[in-house]
């Protein structure tokens, strides 16, 4: 019977789209409000606020503090409940989903929620690691292959892509997200989406994207997790607002507004953020779920007196849903009830959420998803070589004084607590990846060279040392030519709630490098991380580094593929690695101030600078080595002046002047000489990756919409002037090659 109303709803709905009144919704998007506007006729207010409910349940993964427990099929079949978040069994998905949809009144489907972050069987890099790639085709199909293997897990939604700049590697949760960089950020935002979501949200193998953390999550004071956000509108609209901006403006049906405070509002209760700027300026039309018990923790931020202001303020800045503590379904009658919150707010909150459910074609078939057969969807072997390639672009080496590539038929000392690491490589927020599948740097290594040419130690563990761990490691490395050094953070170490003061690899894994050298052998360290560190003593002992990240499922291949040379290193940095702690956040695009130092021979007393450190980080935004050499020449600005409303056109020369093919990032960094406002001294506005044989030489071309030259004016609105520009090419953030242009 359910089946049929909903069938003959679809129907209407369509039909009923021809003549619709939303010229800025999409036939898509007015066909499905049509329907949920159909729908809600027949909801009762309570079954109108359970669909703003999500909860977790007794078996799902914890993701947040432990969240309310109830009894998760009632509130199944008395329709209280919207939504479930985490659960890890295709079978309990399809088993809930049964119950929504025969035995509650009305029949709703449920949406389920997970976050695949880097993957979902198939576990690419971190995604910190994987925006070093540059690679934007590669990114979009890494969502591309997760939202598949996803789709098959029974999950229609996933909470990702985190768009949150940051520039401060304290906070444990860069790894989640693509760096320093507003410009590379919303690439990267714009390909998840689209590799998420696809061209057909109904398809079976599409998922919903989830934009977050709305707003600004990854400027949280001294790099503290959930900690203030506080900076000017200004500072917010050109640094942190366009990877929101663009995954919004790629069609991610959902949003998640973030734990933090923002201009001295919590995120959860902010109808500026979530209303007049996410939906009014951005035409956001999905719906926003809040951070897990964000929506109670108001109270904690006390800006709400209780769970049922809490719940007020939010629904009536426009949130739409209450992930997991509950207190929309608690006080949402109460609320309508004493004129608090309109019951029109409440259906205008609650078609949100059914229109993305209707969308992604649950009404039409509330089981389409997590039919696929898992044997053949998930760990595709093509998909585990396209991880393992995706691993091998992502891996950054910081320094090489010609010890890498190694030679065939060397013998290794494999030594460290990252170098068999199943559970650690697949990092934080592993989604549905299992470690059983990891292929470790070990298995990697002896699958390239020879179990017997590997000999293995761990050495320590990550924060202290093992009973004999170090002897063994001094035995290994005396037994063989070369010591690769797999150490850094472990994936505990990475992701929520894991900010830290200290960025240096832990005192117990330095002891073990120390130990290594002592013995005189050539040591390349291999540094696992989610985050920017302080290399300085890495770079100093050893004679190699390569960053390896926390790699994914095919992490060890990947090693093997570069420290033997059967690939070239390409990864760039897309988060500077600082001197010390004690320049952080340090980024490339700071603004230049009225006392700026231009360099170190430049010290004299009464400049922006420290007194006996550099301003500099160690590595810059964009660095990045290769076993060959690429020069870069002959930059050429084709167009001197150029209209506002044109095309800024660029070029210059690259040539691999090395002895090895190679793929390197080419960068364009612009300066605006005088605005209305202070400016980056330098800002990323194009790259390519390319792909040169040794000798070869290409002439890349970049093209600048003036529009991508428009900032944040000091009456808040963001537009392009006229005036004059700097603009650089190279390969990183300190590109020296420097030309000049006119927009008029
Ligand atoms: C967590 C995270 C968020 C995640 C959500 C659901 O607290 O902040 O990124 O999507 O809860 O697990």
């Known amino acids: ?161 985190m768009c949150d700049i940051s520039a401060d590697p304290r906070w444990g949760r860069v790894s989640e997200g693509a760096g320093e960089d507003p410009y590379l950020g919303s690439k990267i935002s714009a390909a998840m989406v689209r590799g998420y979501q696809g061209e057909d949200l109904s398809a079976d193998n599409t998922i919903a994207a989830c934009i977050k953390h709305f707003a600004a999550y990854g400027a949280g004071q001294a790099g503290r997790d959930y ?183 060397v013998k290794i000392a494999l030594i460290g607590p990252l170098a068999d690491a199943p559970r650690d490589q697949i990092g934080a927020w592993p989604g549905w990846g299992q470690a059983e599948h990891s292929v470790t740097i070990r298995k990697g290594l002896e699958q390239r060279f020879g179990a017997k040419n590997v000999i293995y130690a761990k050495g320590s563990d990550f924060r202290a040392p093992i009973k004999g761990g170090i002897d063994d490691a001094v035995r290994a490395a005396r037994k063989a030519d070369v010591v690769l050094l797999s150490i850094g953070l472990s994936y505990t170490e990475s992701g929520e709630a894991t900010s830290l003061t200290e960025i240096t690899v832990p005192e117990a894994q330095q002891a073990l490098l120390d130990a290594v050298k002592r013995t005189g052998k050539k040591v390349v360290v291999l540094l696992g991380t989610g985050r920017a560190m302080d290399v300085r003593n890495e770079i100093e002992k050893a004679d190699a580094v390569l960053v390896t990240w926390h790699g994914g499922t095919m992490e060890g291949p990947a090693v093997a593929d570069l420290v033997s040379g059967d690939k070239n290193p390409s990864g760039h940095l897309t988060m500077s690695f600082p001197y010390c702690v004690g320049q952080v956040p340090v980024h490339y695009n700071n603004k230049i101030t009225g006392r700026p130092r231009k360099g170190p021979e430049h010290d004299k007393k009464y400049l922006s600078r420290y007194m006996y450190t550099p301003n500099e980080p160690l590595f810059a935004f964009g660095y990045g080595l290769s076993y060959t050499e690429f020069e870069y020449s002959d930059l050429q600005v084709l167009t001197p002046e150029v209209s506002l409303g044109g095309v800024v056109k660029v070029s210059v020369k690259v040539k691999n002047v090395g002895k090895r093919d190679g793929e390197d990032v080419a960068q364009l960094y612009v300066r605006d000489l005088v605005a209305e406002t202070t400016r980056p001294m330098r800002e990323l506005k194009g790259f390519e990756r390319l792909s040169l044989k040794a000798g070869e030489e290409k002439v890349v071309e970049f093209e600048i919409p003036t529009s991508d030259l428009a900032y944040c004016h000091r009456d808040l609105t963001t537009y392009t002037d006229a005036g004059d520009f700097l603009v650089w090419a190279g390969a990183d953030s300190d590109a020296k090659l420097e030309g000049k242009f006119t927009i008029k």
């Open 227 to 409: 900690h203030t956000v506080d900076m000017s509108e200004m500072m917010f609209r050109d640094r942190f607002l366009p990877p929101y901006r663009s995954a919004v403006e790629s069609g991610a049906v959902t949003a998640m507004s973030s734990f933090n405070d923002f201009m001295g509002i919590p995120a959860s209760g902010s109808k500026w953020l979530l209303h007049t700027l996410l939906r009014e300026e951005l035409g956001f039309t999905g719906f926003v779920v809040s951070d897990y018990n964000a929506v109670h923790e108001m109270v904690r931020h006390a800006t709400a007196a209780d769970g049922k202001d809490a719940a007020c303020q939010a629904m009536n800045a426009h949130l739409n849903m209450d992930m997991v503590y509950g207190d929309y379904l608690k006080y949402g009658e109460e609320l309508v009830k004493e004129g608090k919150v309109s019951e029109k707010r409440i259906n205008q909150l609650c078609r949100e959420v059914l229109a993305v459910k209707y969308r992604l074609g649950l009404f039409d078939d509330p089981y389409k998803y997590g039919r696929q057969n898992h044997d053949e969807v998930m760990y595709r072997p093509d998909n585990l070589q396209f991880a393992r390639e995706v691993a091998a672009k992502s891996m950054v080496l910081l320094s090489n004084n010609g010890v890498l590539p190694l030679k065939e038929g």
């Open 1 to 161: 019977m359910k089946k049929h109303i909903f069938s003959l709803m679809l129907v209407a709905a369509a039909a009923m789209v021809a003549c619709s009144d939303a010229p800025h919704l999409s036939l898509q998007e007015q066909e499905a409000y049509k329907f949920a506007d159909n729908l809600i006729e027949k909801m009762t207010l309570r079954e109108k606020i359970g669909q703003l409910q999500q909860f977790t349940t007794r078996t799902a993964a914890i993701t947040g503090p432990d969240g309310v427990k109830r009894d998760t099929e009632a509130c199944i079949r008395n329709g209280e409940v919207g939504s479930f978040l985490s659960i890890r069994k295709t079978e309990e998905m399809l088993r809930l989903q049964k119950i929504a949809v025969e035995e509650s009144r009305l029949g709703i489907p449920l949406i389920f929620g997970y976050d695949i972050i880097h993957g979902c069987r198939t576990t690419f890099p971190e995604n910190l690691a994987v925006s070093c790639t540059w690679d934007i085709e590669a990114i979009e199909h890494s969502a591309r292959i997760a939202a598949i293997e996803t789709a098959a897990a029974g999950i229609h939604w996933t909470f990702s892509p």
